[in-house]
């Protein structure tokens, strides 16, 4: 009888311990089924992200009203990560970038869901890529108070070293760029507040929830050219050669533009000068302000021809020398840039070109003034008061000195291949931008904010006099 028991309480020991196996190892599956579609459906979430994450690159760095200022031309290397932090730096306002690619993701996600056998599949806070993204990305930058060394790598670029030498294909072949996005950096807190993917299981209410991006750092590859672009770009700067736009020789400190100036410009006198136009050239008869029907030819027309005229600059006019000044900057700047198009063997965009300098395709020249072409030069010109009561016999009035502060050249740079495109359908230019430091306007002699009184403290000291003019 006892053995009789012992073996029923054994057979129902194997029989219960069975079923428990049995229901860990369904529960094993369901589980695990539950896992790989979440990983299944991940996957996916992530491809979409990279695809936003690389068309909203293309849309920004190529929209028409982004232009990239650019400084340090020197360094490849700073080069690099300036204008990572120039261009995408939440820190220094430029959180343009991360704002759209949120808004965009968060649209794409919008619709992300769907439905297979007895799996329910869905995005959960979606609205959480606004502050993300603006702390991915800012986590992401180079620290520019580190050895360059030790700063994130941003931006990986390609079979490009910022060199333009006599074999171009060879130092610049490719440009495009992977931009690892550092994930890993991400707190805890910032990791519970990014979206997620909600998997659930209609047949047995198992859900499970997964944040959409993983917690290792990304790596996307983008196809666009912005490096080679950058490189034209530094080729024209050419700040170590000799006749680049930023060379400290033609736009530095104590360089060309920083001696040319029109206006009463001579310290201490009232005297009209030209850093540009030869003293002789201006005449006896120039005086600024001068209007009488006995100084009917107070200016001066001289060359370069400006798209079919001659410069002038006349003293009458108040705004005359900053105007003249502007031109003819704005010309000799253009003919060099012009010239190191030709001298660094630069594509020009639809000359047998797929990629390069959009200038005019019909005569490859640096037109200044035409909206098409891709060079756009900017100088500030400003002035400042240098003499007063110029004027003589019951005449009063301000002399001023016109010079140049800050030399801006713009470069553009159009992409036809659409092999280095996201968007094949937009329309793609990368609009680059070299600026010089700022330079004294003033020549050497004068002290700024103070005025040379011409009644008090002398005559005009040139060949000609304003004293005895009707």
């Given at each position: 009888m006892i053995l009789i028991v012992l073996t029923a309480v054994l057979v129902n020991t194997m029989i219960q311990t069975e079923n428990n196996t049995q229901n860990i190892i369904a529960d094993i599956q369901e589980q695990s089924r539950l896992e790989s579609v979440a990983e299944l459906t991940r996957a996916d979430a992530i491809q979409i992200f990279n695809f936003g994450i690389r068309k909203q690159m293309h849309e920004y760095l190529s929209d028409p009203n982004n232009v990239f200022t650019v400084t340090n031309w020197d360094n490849w290397d700073l080069l690099v990560n300036d204008f990572a932090n120039g261009t995408f730096g939440t820190t220094t306002g430029r959180?343009?970038?991360a704002d759209t690619a949120a808004?965009?993701?968060?649209?794409?996600?919008?619709?992300?869901?769907?439905?297979f056998s007895t799996y329910s599949i869905k995005a959960e806070n979606i609205e959480g890529f606004r502050n993300s993204m603006r702390t991915i990305v800012q986590n992401s930058l180079p620290d520019p108070t580190?050895?360059?060394?030790?700063q994130n790598k941003f931006f990986e670029v390609i079979e490009c070293t910022g060199k333009l030498g006599e074999d171009k294909d060879t130092e610049c072949p490719t440009g495009t760029f992977y931009v690892n996005?550092?994930?890993?950096?991400?707190t805890?807190?910032?990791r519970e507040n990014l979206p997620k993917i909600v998997v659930e299981d209609k047949s047995t209410g198992r859900i499970l929830k997964d944040p959409i991006l993983p917690d290792n750092d990304v790596r996307i590859y983008v196809p666009l050219r912005i490096f080679k672009a950058l490189t034209y770009a530094r080729a024209?700067?050419?700040?170590?050669?000799?006749?680049?736009?930023?060379?400290?020789?033609?736009?530095?400190?104590?360089?060309e533009l920083d001696t040319w100036a029109l206006g009463a410009c001579i310290p201490n006198t009232c005297d009209k000068y030209s850093a540009i136009v030869s003293q002789q050239n201006l005449g006896n008869n120039a005086c600024i302000g001068e209007s009488s029907a006995g100084a009917p030819n107070a200016g001066v027309t001289f060359g370069p021809s400006v798209r079919g005229n001659p410069i002038q600059f006349q003293f009458s006019a108040e705004n005359s020398a900053n105007n003249a000044l502007h031109e003819y900057t704005e010309f000799q700047t253009c003919q060099k840039v012009q010239a190191q198009i030709q001298t660094k063997n630069i594509p020009i965009e639809g000359v047998g070109n797929d990629f390069g300098i959009a200038l005019d395709a019909s005569t490859g020249e640096c037109t200044v003034g035409v909206s098409k072409v891709g060079i756009k030069i900017t100088p500030e010109v400003s002035n400042t008061p240098t003499a007063e009561n110029y004027y003589g016999n019951n005449r009063t009035g301000s002399a001023q000195c016109a010079g140049i502060n800050i030399l801006r050249v713009q470069v553009g740079i159009k992409e036809e291949n659409d092999l280095y495109k996201v968007n094949k359908l937009l329309d793609t230019e990368y609009k680059i931008e070299m600026r010089s430091n700022p330079l004294d306007i003033l020549p050497q002699g004068f002290t700024p904010n103070t005025h040379w009184n011409c009644q008090t403290n002398g005559a005009p000291s040139g060949p000609f006099t304003c004293e005895n003019r009707p």
């Open positions: 959180t343009a970038f808004n965009f993701l968060i649209a794409l996600y919008q619709g992300f869901g769907f439905s580190l050895p360059i060394d030790q996005l550092k994930l890993s950096s991400l805890p807190t910032d024209i700067a050419d700040p170590q050669g000799n006749s680049g736009v930023m060379n400290e020789n033609f736009s530095g400190t104590g360089g």
